[in-house]
């Protein structure tokens, strides 16, 4: 399940140990060089409710409280599942935070690129299966301020604050959009390439 391998020391590139199903970097070049290259599409159709998310995962967890659980250390649940007490890092900016409300569950890629890039043309069943993917690095908590930085914008557009997190970050986006089949544009495959540049052997 290991992640780490960013560039760098800092808290963010050994918080990501918790990520599942990231590849290594050398397989993620070879994903994103398979990736179908194409300018993205259109948002007409779009919504969020296109992606039914935090679906239940038993134990009266939905997949909200899942992430948070694997993403904490200490993390206690009460009765409803709901994380009460824990420590987070939030991979993005290097940020810690002890408590859960400060912090969002991110698309690694945003329910809005995946629409624009391939999953318009999916069934329900499957965009529900992307939204709640516990067994690829597409979900992880991190701060509020930092996921709402990011919106619906690919690596072209926006990197993460902690650049320690960058080679993580090429890594996880490029895996999900290989196993989904989505397509990347050339400014996103460019930006992906230099993020995995800072991976170190």
């Keep these: 399940m290991g992640a780490g391998g960013g560039a760098g020391g800092g808290r963010a590139a050994g918080a990501a ?3 599942p199903g990231v590849p290594g970097e050398q397989q ?3 994903e994103l060089a398979d990736l179908r290259v194409a300018a993205q599409g259109s948002m007409a159709g779009y919504s969020r409710a296109r992606f039914p998310h935090w679906a239940e995962q038993g134990e009266s967890c939905n997949t909200r409280e899942r992430v948070l659980e694997r993403d904490g250390a200490n993390v206690r649940r009460d009765e409803e599942c709901r994380a009460v007490s824990g420590t987070w890092v939030s991979v993005y900016d290097d940020e810690a935070f002890t408590d859960a409300s400060d912090l969002d569950i991110d698309h690694t890629v945003p329910l809005a690129n995946a629409w624009r890039s391939g999953a318009d043309s999916w069934t329900q069943d499957k965009r529900r299966e ?4 516990l067994a690829r690095p597409q979900l992880l908590a991190v701060s509020a301020a930092s996921n709402r930085s990011k919106g619906d914008q690919g690596p072209e557009a926006w990197q993460p604050p902690a650049k320690t997190y960058w080679c993580t970050y090429a890594r996880s986006w490029t895996t999900v959009k290989a196993a989904y089949d989505l397509t990347v544009t050339e400014a996103e495959r460019d930006m992906l390439t230099e993020m995995l540049d800072t991976c170190t052997p």
């Design 17 to 19: 140990t918790t990520l």
């Design 28 to 30: 993620a070049r070879k």
């Design 130 to 133: 992307f939204a709640n993917d």
